[in-house]
Nanobody, 121 residues
Framework: QVQLVESGGGLVQAGGSLRLSCAASGDIFSVNHMAWHRQAPGKQRELVATITNRGSTDYADSVMGRFTISRDSAKNTIYLQMDMLKPADTAVYYC???????????????WGQGTQVTVSS
């Protein structure tokens, strides 16, 4: 089991910045894929950014160049630095840790409780 606790959400004006954190505990040795997702009211949850245990990153087009995902392995924590925030970025943000097998089969899927980010215009 893996437990995830997010923090860092809040209210910010458009153009501002926030940094989200996701601290993991438990059996994280096998985790090889970490990500941030978000869900705005009335919309489906969408993938925002990913980072693998090898440090490879990927981003949704809507946040490319504004958001940065990173990790601190010593602290078992991932971060999402969000700059140049827009009202469209308003959502509940969730961190997600996954374990994929050698054949890219999803074996375990863990989610945090979510943290609210609100960007005012």
């Amino acid at each position: 089991q893996v437990q995830l606790v997010e923090s860092g959400g809040g209210l910010v004006q458009a153009g501002g910045s926030l940094r989200l954190s996701c601290a993991a505990s438990g059996d994280i040795f096998s985790v090889n894929h970490m990500a941030w997702h978000r869900q705005a009211p009335g919309k489906q949850r969408e993938l925002v950014a990913t980072i693998t245990n090898r440090g490879s990153t990927d981003y949704a087009d809507s946040v490319m160049g504004r958001f940065t995902i990173s990790r601190d392995s010593a602290k078992n924590t991932i971060y999402l630095q969000m700059d140049m925030l827009k009202p469209a970025d308003t959502a509940v943000y969730y961190c997600n840790f996954r374990v994929y097998s050698d054949y890219d089969i999803l074996r375990y899927d863990y989610w945090g409780q979510g943290t609210q980010v609100t960007v005012s215009s």
